[in-house]
């Protein structure tokens, strides 16, 4: 039984208030069934006592000592009764004795003598190694004369223990049956209303990794449950109105901005055409034009990540093997990493992935290029890919400036900026991972970065491996991939 | 060469139609789809540069009802729209090319004269620009006689410059031809490339042929032209 789970709480808890109960009752039914018992038992030879002194003990004296020794034989036959007698005179010498049991076995010849201390009748148990325990009560008597006697009866506990031990042991052995069938009972019984929680955590959680557009099932009970399936049903639709008004909000926005910008550009460029221009207009307006290229790329950027967003722009994936696609992409980046004395490397293994190639390798094109820039001259770049159980791995590895933990949460979002001069003089959208994310996303896998300030930036995407494809052979072959150098162009 | 320029943006259209008319093209504007339709079916264009969003009559409906009648004349879409259904559906259209908004005029130009067939296609396997040449079937780079060697994206980059003599192609362009999409506005890679490629081509004369036109991109042209 899992802790972790309502389930699993909720049946332990109720086991153990039931195991608390049945002890709670069984010792409370033990000791009340032996205190009737021996209550009844200590009725019974108080009220023997009584009738043997005023029957018999008070014309002892009168008729004699034989008389009464048949009387009470007669009366309480040893056999018969199981019981035990004595009658003791205060000088210590036994009038009347009963004969040893064997039924259950007293040896009456092992008790000790009654002491003539106390007034009242008291009870003792006599313990008799090898026999039954005995319980006797000493009853103190006067004659009419005035002599003490002290009549003594006993009965053995033997048949009170026996009792007792088989209701202990009923109660032993049941409880653990008790207990093992509430479990199980309440585990089942849990399972029932729980099972529509299961299912809408299993619906949730596909909503939230594909589309908002569907709805959980309403658990149709009336009770709470339906109430939490109806209110994150609500929830769902004011996320989705949420999403969808932001995306078609940055598209609208996209889209107006496309034509007063062709304008601007349009306008500009044209003017460029004047052969007698001064050359500090002539410099302005190229600096209007190259900010309105800017502008135009994030109006681009905006619209590919909002329709990669919606899943309006499906990627159009096939089987592509991306260890092609790393060494086309590091081919292609390599003198722009030479231009600033960075070594690149590229290990990678042949792995088959789907994948929209034009879009992954935008993302290897951004990380590589964001990794060349933020590399100060002579460092090092790499990009390894390798596989992990049933995921394809690539990793581009930089020893940079790196990011400053505080960035890090933020990087993957829209025109977050680490350091704002310097990203403004290197002239970039704000967009690159923002793309990079939309894009991985939507090919159904993730990115991750990892990166201490001053050491360099670890970028990690990871893809599902197309279906049939092979899984990773042995942990020693994916860490240890086949270096490739790639060759400048 | 008569050019049809259907656009419902007047700023849009002055600016292309001016720039067109500078390039000794004659050029008549109209500014909803169904004048443009009517004024294509009146006049024997040799290209029509049609808007997508237009008022009275979308684009995509004027394209087709001009394609019922005339199936030679040549096509240019212009469209804020860039989804790769929108672009197939311009296609299937009947259109023959398409620039995104906002493009460079250019790139319009370019697209506009490859339309009418007079434009960047050179097909004898040698190019001149000044003193530089290039042979497409040896792919040999000479310049004043001298060879220069060039790696593979230089020489593409040089082809595709020499193709444009005197005409700015934007560095959107350049991406688009020598490398692709995937470099689009993330890289400095063709300023890179320029570098390297004016290393070889011009450092080592006086006379510098490939151009640097600031805002815009680059261009290569010869000594006084």
Redesign the interface.
């Known amino acids: 039984m899992k802790w972790s789970t309502l389930r699993g709480r909720v049946v332990t808890w109720y086991v153990g208030l039931l195991a608390a109960a049945l002890i709670v009752f069984g010792a409370t039914l033990y000791f009340g069934v032996q205190s009737y018992l021996r209550s009844t038992l200590q009725d019974g030879l108080i009220d023997q006592a009584k009738a043997i002194g005023t029957t018999f003990l008070a014309f002892e004296e009168q008729k004699g000592p034989a008389w009464m020794g048949g009387e009470i034989s007669e009366a309480y036959a040893p056999e018969v009764s199981g019981r035990f007698i004595r009658i003791t005179r205060q000088d210590g010498k036994v009038i009347y004795q009963s004969g040893d049991t064997r039924d259950p076995l007293i040896n009456t010849d092992t008790i000790p003598p009654p002491t003539f201390e106390r007034d009242s009748g008291w009870f003792r148990t006599e313990r008799q190694p090898g026999a039954t325990n005995l319980l006797v009560y000493a009853y103190p008597f006067r004659s009419s004369t005035g002599t003490r006697y002290f009549i003594e009866t006993g009965t053995s506990l033997a048949s009170l223990e026996r009792m007792l031990t088989s209701l202990l042991d009923i109660v032993l052995i049941i409880m653990p049956f008790i207990l093992l069938a509430a479990t199980l009972g309440g585990q089942a019984m849990m399972k029932l209303p729980l099972q529509p929680l299961v299912t809408l955590t299993e619906r949730a959680e596909h909503i939230g990794t594909s589309k908002l557009g569907e709805r959980l099932p309403v658990i149709d009970t009336g009770d709470e449950m339906e109430r939490l399936s109806l209110s994150l049903n609500r929830m769902i639709s004011r996320l989705e109105d949420a999403l969808s008004h932001n995306q078609r909000f940055s598209a609208d926005v996209s889209h107006e901005l496309r034509t007063p910008l062709t304008i601007m550009r349009g306008e500009l460029e044209h003017a460029l055409v004047d052969p007698d221009m001064a050359p500090s207009t002539r410099d302005s307006i190229g600096s209007a034009l190259e900010e309105i290229s800017r502008m135009a790329k994030i109006v681009e950027s905006l619209l590919a990540i909002a329709r990669l967003d919606s899943g309006a722009d499906a990627i159009d994936p096939h089987p592509e093997d991306i260890s092609k696609l790393c060494r086309w992409v590091m081919e292609q980046m390599h003198l722009l990493a030479e231009e600033k004395h960075i070594s690149m490397s590229v290990h990678t293994l042949p792995m088959i992935v789907s994948i929209d190639p034009a879009r992954m390798k935008q993302v290897l094109v951004n990380l590589i290029d964001n990794a060349i820039k933020y590399t100060p001259d002579g460092g090092s770049i790499s990009l390894n890919s390798f596989v992990v159980g049933r995921l394809a791995v690539i990793q581009v590895t930089d020893n940079g400036i790196g990011i400053p933990a505080s960035a890090l949460p933020n990087v993957f979002d829209r025109f977050y900026r680490t350091d704002k001069a310097r990203s403004r003089v290197s002239g970039g959208t704000g967009l690159g991972l923002a793309i990079v994310k939309a894009i991985c996303h939507a090919h159904g896998g993730s990115v991750t970065l990892t990166s201490s300030e001053g050491a360099g930036t670890l970028v990690r995407i990871e893809l599902p491996l197309a279906a049939g494809a092979p899984a990773s052979p042995s942990p020693a072959t994916s860490a240890r991939p086949s270096p490739v150098e790639v060759a400048a162009d | 060469m008569r050019i049809l320029v259907v656009e419902d ?1 007047p ?2 259209s002055s ?2 139609q ?2 067109l008319v ?1 390039e000794r093209y004659a050029v008549d504007v109209c500014g909803d789809g169904r004048e443009g339709l009517e004024m294509a079916q009146a006049f024997p264009y040799d290209l029509i540069i049609l808007d997508l969003m237009l008022p009275r009559l979308d684009g995509s409906e004027v394209l087709q009802r001009i394609r019922r009648t005339n199936t030679c004349v040549p096509v240019l879409m212009l469209t ?2 860039d ?2 259904e929108d672009k197939v559906r311009m296609f299937e259209g009947g259109a023959d090319d398409y620039l ?7 790139e319009l130009l370019v697209r506009t004269k490859a339309l009418l067939r007079r434009g960047p296609v050179n097909r004898s396997s040698t190019m001149t620009v000044g003193n530089l040449e290039l042979d497409r079937l040896t792919q040999q780079v000479k310049r004043a006689g001298k060879r220069i060697e060039v ?3 230089e020489y593409s980059l040089l082809e595709y410059l020499m193709q444009n003599e005197g005409r700015v192609l ?3 362009m350049i991406i688009e031809h020598v ?11 063709v300023d ?2 320029v570098r ?1 490629l004016r290393a070889k081509v011009d450092d080592p004369h006086t006379v510098k042929l490939i151009r640097t ?4 991109g680059y261009m290569i042209r010869g000594e006084g032209e």
């Open positions: 943006e700023k849009v600016f292309v001016r720039g500078a804020a729209r989804t790769v995104t908004k906002p493009f460079a005029f250019a790696t593979a994206k934007s560095r959107n490398w692709d999409q995937s470099f689009d506005g993330i890289t400095n890679i890179v490339y390297h036109v600031r805002g815009s």
